[in-house]
């Protein structure tokens, strides 16, 4: 069995309730050749946006089950309350039909924002218990009543992975909205192609800080892309870990958590060098398959030479990755990363 555990899908544009466009939080134009929000655009322009072509694309690639995340463009990062919940309700009751209608083929995640906290749990409960949604998508970062930007692992948002942790859920974080944090002219892709890497790494580093893994055993977290820069930072931390004492204490050394059972990374890190070190770091049975579809930053044939799980092929072929570690990376680290068996996707 194929299971991709980083997908997106988005809705058909009669599917996207009015309101949403009136106040520009976001559309897609009838003849879908655009999503959109307020000034911003992007081109649909890959195979697998919607659900029928999903469908279609997923059985022309082998993949049996795959994990739909929510999309960036709803985390709702400083928006205002009724907004933020009104949106991030669409979001998750969208997901949750896709779920309910493919269920063999579909596992769903769905979005709250820690800004506003009693919404957030309010909304867990819902997907929860009603929904049936069990993989939360958290921002790596989100913006504080006081305009600050936080890293989600910040102590403010450990009520959600209180009640996270009660109903064991799967955790994704990704990141998005790095133009709005760094001070740097949004040109060349860097927030997509650096910062969006920066972004995942700082929030690694506040979570094993923090000993969130241990703190809340019952949680499983993925980052997205590999936790890239996280990973390949390690040393530094250590040493900044070993050299200022002063600036860590009552903070857990980065080297217990190195490995963790409940932190999985993705393979989307676009080479078979960066998995390597990816293995070496956690290990291969923390490593889960990402293709981050449909997108051009995902593994999409069509953009070079990418096809979906070119990268782990690459690795199993130089003897990176051993044939039977890539099985589990398509199935079985991907099935504890979200707590099911594989008859519970069947």
């Known amino acids: 069995m194929r299971i991709n555990a980083h997908g997106h899908i988005l ?3 009669s599917e996207i309730p009015n309101f949403m466009k009136e106040k520009k939080l976001f559309w897609i134009d009838e003849d879908k050749k655009f999503m959109r929000q307020q000034n911003w655009s992007r081109p649909i322009n890959g195979k697998g946006f919607f659900l029928e072509d999903k469908i279609n694309w997923m059985h022309q690639n082998n993949i049996d089950h795959a994990v739909m995340l929510c999309l960036s463009q709803l985390y709702c990062n400083g928006w205002k309350k009724k907004d933020c919940s009104d ?20 596992t769903c995640g769905f979005v709250v924002q820690p800004l506003y906290i ?7 409960d819902k997907c929860v218990n009603m929904l049936g949604l069990k993989v939360m998508c958290l921002p790596s970062h989100f913006m504080n009543k006081k305009g600050e930007w936080l890293s989600i692992a910040d102590k403010e948002v450990d009520p959600i ?22 001070a740097l002219k949004n040109q060349y892709w860097r927030f997509h192609l650096v910062w969006m890497m920066a972004q995942c790494a700082d929030t690694l580093h506040l979570f094993t800080l923090r000993n969130l893994p241990n703190k809340f055993p019952k949680l499983r977290t993925s980052f997205a892309h590999g936790g890239m820069l996280g990973i390949a930072n390690y040393g530094r931390r250590i040493q900044g870990f070993d050299g200022r004492p002063d600036i860590f204490k009552k903070l857990e050394d980065p080297r217990k958590t190195l ?10 890190v676009h080479d078979s060098y960066t998995l390597e070190l990816l293995k070496k770091r956690v290990g291969a049975s923390q490593i889960v398959m990402g293709l981050d579809d449909p997108y051009p930053l995902g593994e999409m044939e069509g953009v070079g030479t990418s096809y979906p799980g070119r990268v782990l092929d690459y690795a199993i072929e130089t003897g990176t990755i051993s044939k039977q570690e890539g099985k589990d990376i398509w199935c079985k680290n991907v099935l504890n990363w979200l707590g099911k068996e594989k008859e519970d996707l069947i």
């Not at 949106?87 to 209608?101: G, K, L, T, Y």
């Not at 009693?118 to 867990?124: G, N």
């Not at 992975?161 to 994704?172: D, I, S, T, V």
């Open 87 to 106: 949106a991030i309700r669409f979001q998750n009751d969208f997901n949750a039909s896709v779920q309910e209608r493919y269920p063999h083929k579909f």
């Open 161 to 182: 992975f209180e009640l996270a942790n009660k109903y064991e859920l799967a955790l994704q974080i990704h990141p998005y909205d790095g133009e709005k944090m760094v």
């Open 11 to 13: 809705p058909e544009p």
């Open 118 to 124: 009693d919404l957030a749990l309010k909304e867990i």
């Open 259 to 268: 490995g963790h059972k409940n932190l999985y990374f993705d393979t989307l």
